[in-house]
């Protein structure tokens, strides 16, 4: 059992740089896949980065060069930096925290999110 809390959402201007913490309660925390996906109005969720119970990280296209996710373990907290933020960026940032078994997704945790808006 996993709760997510995150916090850090805000309006910026294109260009800005905004950062996100998600500080999650549990006493498994290091095992497991930790990410951020965002879903903006009308669209579907969207994974945007993630990073593995051993600290590889993996970002989607879109935001590669711009964001940085990273972790740690010692404080039960996942990070997003984002940097160069577009209009395309704006919607909720959701936490996700994902057990895997034999490398196969089991289940899934998630947070109430955090609006993040891109707007000039």
């Known amino acids: 059992q996993v709760q997510l809390v995150e916090s850090g959402g805000g309006l910026v201007q294109p260009g800005g740089s905004l950062r996100l913490t998600c500080a999650a309660s549990?006493?498994?925390?290091?095992?497991?896949?930790m990410g951020w996906y965002r879903q903006a109005p009308g669209k579907q969720r969207e994974l945007v980065a993630a990073v593995s119970s051993g600290g590889r990280p993996n970002y989607a296209d879109s935001v590669t060069g711009r964001f940085t996710i990273a972790r740690d373990n010692a404080k039960n907290t996942v990070y997003l930096k984002m940097n160069s933020l577009k209009f395309e960026d704006t919607g909720v940032y959701y936490c996700n925290a994902r057990v895997l078994r034999n490398a196969v997704a089991q289940h899934d945790y998630w947070g109430q999110g955090s609006q993040v808006t891109v707007s000039s």
């Open positions: 549990g006493t498994f925390f290091s095992i497991y896949t």
